[in-house]
Protein backbone atom coordinates (compact mmCIF):
# COMPACT_ATOMS: atom_id res chain seq x y z
CA UNK A 1 0.00 0.00 0.00
CA UNK A 2 1.61 3.40 -1.01
CA UNK A 3 -0.51 6.69 0.17
CA UNK A 4 0.78 10.14 -1.85
CA UNK A 5 0.17 13.12 -0.76
CA UNK A 6 0.96 16.21 -3.39
CA UNK A 7 1.90 19.72 -2.72
CA UNK A 8 3.88 22.48 -4.53
CA UNK A 9 0.93 23.85 -6.36
CA UNK A 10 -0.22 27.65 -7.17
CA UNK A 11 -0.84 30.84 -8.86
CA UNK A 12 2.66 31.49 -11.33
CA UNK A 13 2.61 33.65 -14.82
CA UNK A 14 3.45 32.82 -18.02
CA UNK A 15 7.53 31.61 -18.53
CA UNK A 16 7.46 30.88 -14.31
CA UNK A 17 8.60 28.02 -12.58
CA UNK A 18 6.90 25.80 -10.22
CA UNK A 19 8.19 22.73 -8.22
CA UNK A 20 5.51 20.02 -7.18
CA UNK A 21 6.47 17.32 -4.47
CA UNK A 22 4.77 14.00 -3.82
CA UNK A 23 5.24 12.45 -0.32
CA UNK A 24 4.73 8.87 -0.49
CA UNK A 25 3.90 6.32 2.60
CA UNK A 26 5.12 2.56 2.39
CA UNK A 27 8.17 0.35 3.01
CA UNK A 28 7.93 -0.54 -0.91
CA UNK A 29 8.44 2.71 -2.21
CA UNK A 30 11.20 1.79 -4.00
CA UNK A 31 9.34 -1.07 -6.08
CA UNK A 32 6.84 2.02 -7.57
CA UNK A 33 7.45 3.70 -10.86
CA UNK A 34 6.11 6.60 -10.25
CA UNK A 35 4.14 9.22 -12.26
CA UNK A 36 2.42 12.73 -12.98
CA UNK A 37 -0.45 13.18 -14.37
CA UNK A 38 -2.89 16.02 -15.22
CA UNK A 39 -6.51 17.53 -15.41
CA UNK A 40 -7.24 20.32 -16.84
CA UNK A 41 -10.73 21.92 -16.89
CA UNK A 42 -13.25 19.82 -19.22
CA UNK A 43 -10.56 17.24 -20.15
CA UNK A 44 -9.53 13.88 -19.30
CA UNK A 45 -6.50 13.13 -17.17
CA UNK A 46 -3.75 13.09 -18.83
CA UNK A 47 -0.03 11.29 -18.66
CA UNK A 48 3.00 14.49 -18.23
CA UNK A 49 5.92 12.43 -16.94
CA UNK A 50 7.29 8.99 -15.05
CA UNK A 51 10.50 7.79 -13.59
CA UNK A 52 11.31 4.14 -13.03
CA UNK A 53 12.76 3.38 -9.46
CA UNK A 54 15.44 0.96 -11.15
CA UNK A 55 16.83 1.06 -14.22
CA UNK A 56 19.06 4.06 -13.75
CA UNK A 57 15.90 5.63 -12.69
CA UNK A 58 14.87 6.46 -16.38
CA UNK A 59 12.44 8.63 -17.60
CA UNK A 60 9.48 9.33 -19.90
CA UNK A 61 7.65 12.76 -21.03
CA UNK A 62 4.65 13.50 -22.71
CA UNK A 63 5.91 16.40 -25.59
CA UNK A 64 3.90 19.06 -24.52
CA UNK A 65 6.32 19.06 -21.73
CA UNK A 66 9.52 17.21 -22.78
CA UNK A 67 12.18 20.13 -22.44
CA UNK A 68 10.22 22.48 -19.96
CA UNK A 69 9.36 19.68 -17.41
CA UNK A 70 11.84 17.22 -14.48
CA UNK A 71 10.49 14.37 -12.81
CA UNK A 72 13.09 13.43 -10.12
CA UNK A 73 12.66 11.29 -7.14
CA UNK A 74 14.37 10.75 -3.62
CA UNK A 75 13.99 6.77 -2.46
CA UNK A 76 15.43 7.58 0.93
CA UNK A 77 13.40 10.56 1.50
CA UNK A 78 10.03 8.77 -0.03
CA UNK A 79 9.80 11.99 -2.53
CA UNK A 80 8.87 12.78 -5.56
CA UNK A 81 9.23 15.69 -7.87
CA UNK A 82 8.26 17.53 -10.96
CA UNK A 83 10.26 20.47 -11.76
CA UNK A 84 8.21 23.07 -13.89
CA UNK A 85 9.93 25.40 -16.11
CA UNK A 86 8.24 28.14 -18.73
CA UNK A 87 5.21 27.74 -18.19
CA UNK A 88 2.21 28.26 -20.40
CA UNK A 89 -1.40 28.78 -19.60
CA UNK A 90 -2.22 25.71 -20.91
CA UNK A 91 -0.49 23.70 -18.22
CA UNK A 92 -3.22 24.57 -15.85
CA UNK A 93 -4.84 21.91 -14.31
CA UNK A 94 -4.49 19.92 -10.91
CA UNK A 95 -1.76 17.84 -11.08
CA UNK A 96 -1.70 13.99 -9.73
CA UNK A 97 1.20 12.20 -8.37
CA UNK A 98 0.64 8.46 -8.93
CA UNK A 99 2.67 5.54 -8.23
CA UNK A 100 2.40 2.05 -10.46
CA UNK A 101 4.04 -1.20 -9.19
CA UNK A 102 6.20 -2.01 -12.71
CA UNK A 103 9.82 -2.43 -13.21
CA UNK A 104 8.99 -0.67 -17.12
CA UNK A 105 7.50 3.15 -18.33
CA UNK A 106 3.76 3.11 -18.01
CA UNK A 107 2.18 6.40 -19.23
CA UNK A 108 -1.70 4.50 -19.03
CA UNK A 109 -4.32 5.77 -15.84
CA UNK A 110 -5.01 2.07 -15.51
CA UNK A 111 -1.43 1.36 -15.37
CA UNK A 112 -0.86 2.63 -12.17
CA UNK A 113 -2.24 1.81 -8.70
CA UNK A 114 -2.26 4.70 -6.55
CA UNK A 115 -2.97 8.06 -6.59
CA UNK A 116 -3.04 11.59 -5.09
CA UNK A 117 -5.43 13.87 -4.21
CA UNK A 118 -4.27 16.45 -6.85
CA UNK A 119 -2.32 20.13 -6.23
CA UNK A 120 -3.97 23.06 -8.77
CA UNK A 121 -1.24 24.71 -10.61
CA UNK A 122 -2.34 28.10 -12.38
CA UNK A 123 -0.78 29.62 -14.96
CA UNK A 124 -1.87 32.96 -15.74
CA UNK A 125 -0.96 34.96 -19.10
Known amino acids: QVQLVESGGGLVQAGGSLRLSCAASGRTFSNYAMGWFRQAPGKEREFVAT?????????YYANSVKGRFTISRDNAKIMVYLQMNMLKPEDTAVYYC?????????????????WGQGTQVTVSS
Open 51 to 59: ILSRSGGST
Open 98 to 114: AAALSPSIRVRESDYDF
